[in-house]
């Protein structure tokens, strides 16, 4: 039975009606609740959200706690750069006055498996986290390709499921590759640049590229569009047959180069010209576009990801100083939303399951 309405003693007169006053109120948290459950994808399976990635990494590429669900395999670096002042004429970022700027980085491989062999993919790859002198940071995740396979996210998701090893042989479907191939022909500059250039014999000796555009606002308040890469000093190799043979051929090469001394780059930033693409990864710019070495990328240490400082860095590209943005490429939110996820997950496992046995994966010689 209703109860009868009670009079409100502020206006006097108008009675509220109590148990509407409760419906209300979970109306709103239901609401709420609904809010979050469809930011989570829980109400929209169908939907391409960051949880429908994240779960295929993993059915992918199997279940290791504690790390990270793409690009599992790698090790933590130390280091800094230092900037010339060149890119100034560029971006008002206080990462490019004259001056030393300290930085955490991670070298990795593609791929959700900590134990795959590194000749598991023909790409490398840099993450850095600059520390700027102001309190700000610059992040960023670069791969050793100058292009990226697919342009949309719905393309990169399809390309996963592409990949899915076989139960049978433990390997993709070659015939389900060719087939996403066929039907995503963006993918072709891609798959033109890898056969071109074999896999570098090692970490020192690759370039590692931005890949995505980003906004650069310069102290007159001009904005262009840039796209950066690193390019090492070290001359490039290719990969030899002894090294296919080892499993982890990487980390050793590079903790062997280390005892020698540090290690470099070059940090070009390259400027588009009108009608340039600025939101599509699979698409390079003409070479004759304008250059400026914006100082060097000094590599002195290694330490592994299972307790280095890059371990609980979430290399988000989206995370740029004041001068830099996030251009439009729809990549880039894509990205910042799986890589927030995987960064959850595997710090709440972390911090869930301490014991979590964890294999080294640097180092360790197959
Ligand atoms: C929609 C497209 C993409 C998705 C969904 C995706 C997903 C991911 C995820 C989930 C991680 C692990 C992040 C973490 O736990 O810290 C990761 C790592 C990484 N990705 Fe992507 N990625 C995408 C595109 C790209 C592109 C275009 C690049 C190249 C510029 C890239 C480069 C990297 C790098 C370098 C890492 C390793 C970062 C590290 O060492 O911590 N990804 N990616």
Known sequence: MTPPPVPNPRSGDQPICVPCRLAAIGAAVLALAAGFAYTAGWLTPARLSAPRIIDTFEAVAGQHPGYRRNHAKG?????????????????????????????????????????APDTSSPVRSLALQFRLQDGEQWRTGMNSTPVFAVHTPAQFYQQLLAAKPDPATGKPDPAKLK????????????????????????????????????????????????????????????????????????????????????????????????????????????????RVDAGTLVIERTTSQEDGTCRDINFDPTIVPAGIAPSDDPLLAARSAAYALSYKRRTREEALHPEIHRVQTTGEHS
């Open 75 to 115: 090790l933590c670096v130390e280091g800094y750069f230092d900037s010339k002042g060149n890119g100034a004429a560029l971006s008002h970022a206080a990462v490019f006055a004259p001056g030393r700027t300290p930085v955490s980085g991670r070298f990795a491989v593609p791929g959700g498996n900590p134990s």
């Open 179 to 290: 087939a996403f191939y066929a039907a995503n022909p963006e993918t072709l500059p891609f798959q033109r640049w890898v056969k071109a250039h074999p896999p570098s014999s090692s970490l020192a000796n690759a370039a590692y590229y931005s890949i995505n555009a980003f906004l650069f606002t310069d102290a007159h308040g001009t904005t262009r569009a840039v796209r950066w890469a690193v390019v090492p000093d070290t001359p490039y190799a290719p990969v030899s047959a002894a090294q296919q043979a080892e499993k982890n051929f990487l980390a050793a090469d590079l903790d062997e180069r280390l005892q020698h001394g540090p290690l470099r780059w070059h940090l070009l930033l390259s400027v588009a010209q009108p009608g340039d693409p600025i939101n599509d990864a699979t698409l390079q710019w003409p070479d004759d576009r304008q």
